[in-house]
């Protein structure tokens, strides 16, 4: 143990996301991870309150700030290459598993554990799911955000990312979409009528 987790976490913000597009405005790990915190949050309490779930949303919401982390020593490796084939995905996940344990070695022996139970949210499908919608619906706001800023680069991204929402048949997910996402098209005058 070195002691140089948190000083490891704080490298979140030097790796940008999107390598593969032209980006009007470059996004880093650490922003995209808030925002799937944020959205991981809602996303449990829609589940709770109105289709009868019952989500620990303090569980969800710490899976989905340190879901990224492992990108801290493997970079961001772009969505068409990650799932390219099931060969590459499966070597990649053994990589992101590499690279977690390499972190966790940076955690105090006592505290180990319990960052190691927040790095392992696939043991709750549940919250794994919500997790990865609200990875996916940061994408598609990333990609209404760059189109509205005349950057057509990312359209087929938003088509495809929307699609692969809505195939995660998630009500959540569709509430999301259907309440929330029209507004990041609106300015900051409209969104605050």
Known sequence: MNG???ALLSRMKYISRWGLM???????????????????????????????GNVDVSKAVLAAVYHDVPEIITGDLPTPVKYYDPEIKSA?????????????STVPDDLRGDYAA????????????????????????KCVEERRSGNTDFAEAERQT????????????????????????????????
Do not use: W
């Open 4 to 6: 140089s987790f948190f």
């Open 22 to 52: 032209r980006n009007s405005r470059t996004e880093n790990i650490a922003e995209h991870s808030l925002e799937v915190a944020m959205i991981t949050h809602l996303l449990c309490e829609l589940r709770n309150r109105r289709f009868g």
């Open 92 to 104: 990649y996940k053994r990589v992101e598993n590499a690279a977690v344990e390499k972190l966790l």
């Open 118 to 141: 927040v790095f392992d949210c696939e043991q709750d499908p549940e919250i794994a799911r919500l997790v990865k919608a609200a990875d996916k619906l940061s994408a598609l706001i």
């Open 162 to 193: 929307l699609e692969s929402v809505k195939n995660m048949h998630l009500k959540e997910a569709d509430a999301f979409i259907d309440e929330f996402l029209p507004s990041y098209g609106l300015t900051l005058d409209e969104q605050t009528r």
